[in-house]
């Protein structure tokens, strides 16, 4: 029971009135970076923005809290184009039939003061599967350019593409890749 009350006050909840906050993902400012090896030599990235979704924050019983966000594929960008072109592409993620990417939370297990294990359903490339997410708070502030409150979190992940039906090229791209996550929610 302290641990889920160090959290809440670590998140700033204890003050607020509503049993559960519902806030927003802000697009600008969230974002998954993916990490690969390359031959084993190098550990390219790409960039993915545009999420949209909301957390509901529940004060009571932050276990009860939710995620829900969406992340538009087309923003995928590693700065080359025609790379780009291939990953967006029907041998990779194959935009044109899954344009999004979708994490469902389905458990939100505290694991210090201001970490969790948030477990979900993470659908890629039209396979759905259980992942777990290590997520940190970063901070709730005020942010001056938009008028209101917001929460900063970032995660780590790592998922296997062959899990979710990218498996192609290996061993040249190593199977697992690492997500980087931040997120500001409104």
């Known amino acids: 029971m302290f641990r889920l ?15 559960a906050d519902s806030l927003t993902f802000e697009p600008t400012h969230t974002s ?4 690969y090896a390359h031959f084993g030599l190098s550990h390219p990235s790409g960039k993915i923005m ?12 932050l276990s009860r809290s ?3 966000i969406t992340l538009d594929m087309r923003t995928l960008t590693t700065a080359l ?3 780009d072109a291939l990953l967006k592409g029907a041998d990779y993620f194959d935009i044109a039939r899954f344009p999004t990417a979708t ?16 477990s979900g359903d993470l659908t890629i490339h039209g396979v759905s599967r259980s992942e777990v997410l290590a997520v940190t708070f ?4 005020f942010n001056p350019a938009l008028f209101k409150t917001g929460y900063g979190f970032s995660a780590t992940a790592h998922l296997s593409r062959k899990a979710f039906g990218l498996g192609h090229f290996e061993p040249i791209v190593g199977d697992e890749i690492d997500l980087i996550i931040d997120a500001e929610a409104y």
């Not at 998954?32 to 990490?35: E, G, K, S």
């Not at 939370?105 to 969790?116: D, F, H, N, P």
């Not at 970063?138 to 502030?141: D, G, L, P, Q, V």
């Open 50 to 61: 545009g999420a949209t979704g909301t957390l509901i924050l529940d004060d009571k019983d």
């Open 103 to 118: 994490f469902k939370s389905t458990k939100v297990e505290l694991t210090g003061e201001t970490t969790a294990n948030v």
């Open 32 to 35: 998954v970076v993916f990490q």
């Open 66 to 68: 939710t995620v829900d």
């Open 138 to 141: 970063n901070k709730k502030a």
């Open 81 to 83: 184009p025609d790379f």
């Open 5 to 19: 009350a160090a959290f809440c006050v670590a998140l700033g909840l204890a003050a607020t009135p509503a049993l």
